[in-house]
Every structure is written in C-alpha cells, then in structure tokens.
C-alpha cells in the first residue's frame, strides 16, 4: 500500500506564489508517475500537472502552463508543485496521485487527502 501525504497549502493573494509537497510512502511504493490534481467547490476534479517517474517528463493543464511547476525530489519519492502568479480560479483543494502516466483520473492508483489553497485579497 502506499500513502501519500501533500502540504504546503495555504491563503495567498492574487499573483503571490505557494510550494506544494507530496510526500509518498510505502513498502511497495516503486516507480509510480505522479501527479496533482484539483477539485473546485462544486466543480469536478481537474487534472494540473504530471511527471514521470524514469524521465522526469512533464505535461500541465493549459490554465496552469507558465505558472506551475511540477518536479520531483531526488529520492524520486516526493514531489512538489510551484505554483506561482495565482489567481483567483486556483483555489481549490489539490491532490497528490501516484499511478499511471496520463491526465485522467483513472490513470492513477493511489491518492492523498489533499491540501487547501485559497488565494483571496
């Protein structure tokens, strides 16, 4: 099983900048892709960003493209987004996922609990 935990989030203003981290493990934990998703009040979960676990190859949604930034730590077993110019549609509670490469979310086998970020003035 693995667990997966994000931090980071927080209440921000319009056009500041946050750092997101997901810490992942697990015994079996392995060479996972991961990912970060979002989920608006009554919207439905959207994806954001991926990389690869072998190739460290990225993709983003086109609403975040030139403001986040989607890496991975050097034990391969924590990843983080940076999010920055944020603007009033980012807040939403954001997801870790850990799985298959894609943007869907049936690509991915395992989830956090996910961390809040609001960015009000």
Excluded: H
Aim: aromatic share 14%; net charge neutral; hydrophobic share 35%.
């Amino acid at each position: 099983q693995v667990q997966l935990v994000e931090s980071g989030g927080g209440l921000v203003q319009p056009g500041g900048s946050l750092r997101l981290s997901c810490a992942a493990s697990g015994r079996t934990f392995g060479s996972y892709n991961m990912g970060w998703f979002r989920q608006a009040p009554g919207k439905e979960r959207e994806f954001v960003a991926a990389i690869t676990w072998f190739t460290g190859t990225t993709a983003y949604a086109d609403s975040v493209k030139g403001r986040f930034t989607i890496s991975r730590g050097n034990a391969k077993n924590t990843a983080y987004l940076q999010m920055n110019s944020l603007k009033l549609e980012d807040t939403a509670v954001y997801y870790c996922a850990a799985g298959d490469w894609g943007t869907s979310l049936d690509s991915y086998d395992y989830w956090g609990q996910g961390t809040q970020v609001t960015v009000s003035s």
